[in-house]
Every structure is written in structure tokens, then in C-alpha cells.
């Protein structure tokens, strides 16, 4: 194992906020479902803004794979303006135990 895959294994945390016509199109669902299959933990929900708001705890590499799609991708007939990820840090341990959709 390289340094770079240890890197990758590193447990990360960051919160995010993704702006443009991201309610009503299952954003939420498709941005937790990803999340599960990634082993990703934390929170996802739909603001009062009309945005969407969350945070992620996950190796790396993995919540790294999540702020791609978060930034380009997105659920089927969205339409991502802007994504931002802000409080990066390193964890020493999860805050929380799974993905879950918030209201």
C-alpha cells in the first residue's frame, strides 16, 4: 500500500451546499443512496433556501467521489449552479452511524 492509498483511507468530514433547481427531483434520495453505497455517513435535506444542504464522513477517496457528483452530476433533471464544501477536516472518529435523509 502506497502512500497515496493511505491517503485515500483517511476519514474526512465536510459539510455542503448545492445550489440551482436541485428540489423536487429526488436529489435527496439519489445524493443518500450514493452515499450508502460508498459507505459514506452523515445527513442530507432540502433547505428553506431551495437549496440543498448536508455532511459527509467517509474515507477520502470516497467523499471526494460524492463532491463530483455533488458538483456535476446530480440526480436525473436536476440542474447544479453551484456546489460548495466547506469545514474540511480529518476525523479520529464518526460522528454519526449511517446516511439519512433529514427534514
Known amino acids: 500500500m502506497g502512500v497515496q492509498d493511505v491517503q485515500d483511507h483517511v476519514p474526512v468530514q465536510c459539510d455542503f451546499e448545492i ?5 423536487g ?6 445524493c443518500r443512496d450514493n452515499c450508502i453505497a460508498l ?6 435535506k432540502n433547505s428553506k433556501q431551495g437549496t ?3 455532511k459527509m464522513q467517509g474515507a477520502k477517496a470516497d467523499v471526494n467521489k460524492m463532491v463530483e457528483w455533488l458538483s456535476k ?8 449552479d453551484k456546489a460548495e464544501f466547506t469545514n474540511w477536516g480529518t476525523l479520529s472518529r464518526f460522528a454519526f452511524t449511517d446516511f439519512a435523509i433529514r427534514f
Open 73 to 80: 452530476t446530480g440526480s436525473p433533471g436536476c440542474k447544479i
Open 39 to 44: 459507505g459514506i455517513k452523515g445527513w442530507v
Open 25 to 30: 427531483c429526488g436529489f435527496t434520495k439519489h
Open 52 to 54: 440543498i444542504m448536508g
Open 19 to 23: 445550489f440551482g433547481q436541485v428540489q
